[in-house]
């Protein structure tokens, strides 16, 4: 069975700095795209970031120039740099991957900014 975990969340002051993680378990986690989502209170889900496979990496234009994916495979892991943190991005933020066909989601870690 799929699990993903994150981590890394919390408060933090507008242009803080916050290193989320997201573990998976139970797939071949090294041939598995992976991304990144949020969702504030009131609003709907919004894509963040994505890595793919091979590293390649995708920043939605929003967080463009603040935030970085990364993942290292050996720890089946997934990484979010979210540098200068706005209070706009307060949200709760989860990893997802697409497994034959099944979309699988984490918990989620909440992410507040605020002073």
């Known amino acids: 069975q799929v699990q993903l975990v994150e981590s890394g969340g919390g408060l933090v002051q507008p242009g803080g700095s916050l290193r989320l993680s997201c573990v998976a378990s139970?797939?071949?986690?090294?041939?598995?795209?992976m991304g990144w989502y949020r969702q504030a209170p009131g609003k709907q889900r919004e894509f963040v970031a994505s890595i793919g496979s091979l590293g390649t990496g995708l920043i939605a234009r929003s967080v463009s120039g603040r935030f970085t994916v990364s993942r290292d495979n050996a720890k089946n892991a997934v990484y979010l740099q979210m540098n200068g943190l706005i209070p706009e991005d307060t949200a709760i933020y989860s990893c997802?991957?697409?497994?034959?066909?099944?979309?699988?989601w984490g918990q989620g870690t909440q992410v507040t900014v605020a002073s």
């Open positions: 139970g797939t071949d986690f090294s041939g598995q795209n």
């Open positions: 997802n991957t697409l497994v034959a066909g099944v979309a699988y």
